[in-house]
């Protein structure tokens, strides 16, 4: 018979660190998106935000 493994509570600590490191990486992405936007210029972003670029064109993604 296998033995299950039942995960431990988080310490009120760690989930404290926990969610900051989230709201960091969350701060983070959202900042790193923004530059994105900006580097494409409001025509791209227009065209992006009224739907007429499909997605993952006009974003600087590229198929390899």
Known sequence: MESVNVPLSLSD???ESMMREFNSAGDWMFEQLAL???ALGPAVENEISQGSVPPGEGD???DT
């Open 36 to 38: 994105k936007r900006s």
């Open 13 to 15: 600590e760690e989930f």
């Open 60 to 62: 600087g993604a590229r």
